[in-house]
């Protein structure tokens, strides 16, 4: 069985009657899009896709400074730059 990753679901066919009220709904919120009982596809508000995107590039950075860790330091004076 498929789960599903988020607390709210509509069928494809409920979207296509009236995305902008499934949207709204939403409240912000992840939506699954359900075909065949399945979840074919997620719908996310604008905001929540940057603020996914935002943490996906703070677990990069993370990954960076742990490789960087234990690395010797430079001294860096920002009148030499």
Not at 4 to 27: C, R, T, Y
Not at 32 to 58: F, N, P, R, T
Request: net charge negative; charged share 20%; proline share 2%.
């Amino acid at each position: 069985m498929q789960t599903i990753h988020a607390d709210a679901a509509v069928s494809l066919a409920e979207l296509g009657k009236n995305p902008a009220a499934v949207l709204e709904q939403s409240e912000g919120e992840p939506v699954a899009i359900l075909a065949d009982g399945h979840a074919a596809a997620y719908l996310l508000s604008a905001d929540y896709y940057e603020k996914l995107l935002d943490a996906l590039d703070d677990l990069a950075l993370a990954e960076i400074i742990q490789q960087r860790q234990g690395q010797a330091h430079i001294k860096v004076d920002i009148n030499d730059l």
